[in-house]
């Protein structure tokens, strides 16, 4: 039975493929405390072992999959990328890319002191760095390098050996040293800087919400008291007096009769008006000096949570105290925004800037809702489908312009397919940001790209390299490993310092600007989770899209550094 499966497996090595991916997502899925292996090395350690009977794999499907998933990437990032780059996250992405200079150098220096041969070195690099990706730009120049095809094959081998043995530290290490020993070393009290955050951009912390039986926004009838303070006003006056608060009259009952209330609507006496608010408000300040009824007809009014998708030039770069002033936004209140690649929620405070790419979920009566989404951009709607001629003509494209080898003398520079298809990712997804019109990828299509791609690429490799793992990790031995927690540690350690003390960011957000530029989405589940607060996630965005793009590149780099 045992020499069938084997067999099997050799004869059909597609088997073997989604084989490593049901085990390693599968056993990638257990977590402690948030910290786990993952899906990535979960699928390498299980493709290594099944490797080990000796499979053979045709070569188109590990590219295929890698330039899907490097696309994505881009896609995903894109908006912003270009934002940090261009636009006000300059300090965040200036930041992002000396930290990426860190990540680079101390793996270079650690590969060269440990006299670590090409392969090892970007093996060392992939895994203490947490970034897989760089292992597919890597075996692009290794392949370039124009080696014989056995000594090619020994360095490709020995990338996903040091990369297993120094990526869990890189993942529960980087947690650690930023989640743990940053706010010590660089003594920050991170729950009460993040508080003092909140008060001096306008913001404080909501209990409740989703799932829960309290809810933010409410609609409530009240009728108007003799002598009332808003007796003879009209509704722009009335909505006036609490100037601070953002409090709609959207109907009105007046003699008997419902109307809809414009704003130089009159308020008079014993009238019964409709008004939408945040909760505290309506309880607090009018609820005290007004009598509550239970006005079913009238507050029988057709509300919607639509997810709008960002797309004005005009609102790009303004704050949320500058958007609720605007016509549009009137009757409409903010219940999230998201942002990025990873879906980052946004904590929302007055001063919070709105950028194109971003989702925000809107609540309130539909004709206000549809009014705000027109000023905004465009309903994200639920879609299943993708534009797939889309996604294959951009990748086309993006690998078209990366396969073209440019000489200077006889050194030939080239992006390779790989570059390519993640610089047309960053392109048109930023483009898609701005026109909306066209590329439409569902997140769920995203994620495949994204996670499943990668994941066939990294299964490909490790049943390819399987019967040579186990002697590379004899050779290389522990010392690898403490190898790995220095290029881990040291370039964390150096970016929170940088990040306090020379680009001064704010105490709130320096270590969401750490993990962002390393790409350590683990260690900023950690820091919000000890902040008691999604403040840190304001530095994550910027840094995490330019380091993703540069910490990727590095792999192709750091291969030319070596050799």
Not at 41 to 70: D, R, W, Y
Not at 154 to 174: C, E, H, Q, R
Request: charged share 15%; proline share 4%; glycine share 12%.
């Amino acid at each position: 039975m045992i020499d069938w499966l084997f067999q099997t497996l050799r004869t059909y090595p597609e088997i073997a493929v989604f084989l490593s991916l049901a085990l390693g997502y599968y056993f990638g899925s257990f977590t402690y405390k948030g910290l786990g292996l993952g899906a990535v090395t979960a699928t390498l350690i299980a493709a290594v072992i099944i490797g080990q009977i000796g499979i053979t794999i045709s070569s188109p499907l590990k590219p295929f999959f890698f330039l899907m998933f490097l696309f994505a990437i881009g896609y995903g990032v894109g908006p912003q990328f270009v934002r940090g780059i261009a636009q006000d996250g300059v300090p965040q992405a200036v930041f992002a890319a000396v930290v990426c200079v860190f990540c680079l150098l101390a793996a270079y220096l650690g590969g060269k002191l440990a006299g670590y041969d090409v392969g090892s070195t970007v093996g060392l690099y992939a895994g203490s760095q947490t970034i897989s990706a760089s292992m597919g730009l890597a075996t692009d120049a290794v392949n370039r390098l124009g080696l014989p095809a056995d000594e090619a094959k020994k360095l490709l081998d020995a990338m996903p050996v040091a990369y297993a043995v120094t990526y869990i530290f890189g993942t529960v290490g980087s947690a650690i040293v930023l989640a743990l020993l940053g706010p010590a070393l660089l003594g920050i009290d991170l729950e009460t800087a993040c508080k003092k955050y909140e008060e001096e951009h306008g913001g404080k912390k909501q209990l409740g919400g989703p799932g829960t039986a309290w809810h933010q926004f409410d609609l409530r009838a009240y009728r108007v008291r003799e002598r009332g303070p808003v007796v003879g006003k009209t509704v722009e006056q009335a909505e006036a007096l609490i100037p601070d608060q953002r409090v709609f009259v959207l109907r009105l009952r007046q003699a008997g009769k419902i109307v809809e209330a414009t704003s130089d609507a009159v308020i008079h006496a014993g009238d019964v008006v409709a008004v939408a608010g945040r909760r505290d408000v309506l309880v607090q300040l009018i609820g005290e000096q007004a009598e509550e009824v239970d006005d079913r007809e009238l507050l029988a009014v057709p509300i919607e949570g639509v997810d709008v998708y960002v797309t004005s030039k005009e609102a790009d770069g303004k704050t949320l105290e500058e958007l609720a002033k605007a016509p549009g936004a009137r009757g409409v209140f903010l219940r999230k925004i998201t942002r990025g690649a990873i879906a980052t929620e946004i904590p929302i405070l007055p001063d919070t800037k709105i950028n194109r790419g971003d989702i925000v979920t809107l609540v309130g009566r539909t004709p206000d809702v549809a009014a705000a989404t027109k000023m905004l951009g465009r309903p994200d709607r639920v879609t299943d489908v993708a534009d797939v001629a889309f996604i294959g003509a951009a990748i086309a494209i993006g690998a078209l312009v990366g396969a073209f080898v440019y000489k200077i003398g006889s050194v030939p520079l080239t992006l390779s397919t790989s570059g390519g298809a993640l610089i047309s990712g960053l392109f048109f997804g930023w483009l898609r940001s701005v026109h909306p019109t066209f590329g439409r990828i569902p997140s769920p299509t995203v994620w495949f790209m994204n996670s499943v791609g990668l994941n066939v690429f990294i299964a490909v490799v490790g049943i390819s390299s399987g019967p040579g793992f186990v002697a590379g990790l004899q050779k290389l031995g522990f010392s690898l490993f403490l190898w790995g927690v220095v290029v881990t540690t040291v370039p964390l350690i150096l970016a929170m310092y940088v990040g306090k003390y020379l680009f001064r960011f704010h105490d709130a957000i320096v270590l969401g600007c750490c993990s962002g530029a390393r790409t350590t989405t683990a260690s900023l589940g950690m820091i919000n989770d000890r902040a008691k607060s999604q403040i840190p996630g304001l530095g994550y965005t910027v840094t995490y899209a330019v380091g993703n793009t540069l910490l990727t590149i590095w792999g192709m780099v750091l291969v030319m550094l070596m050799t």
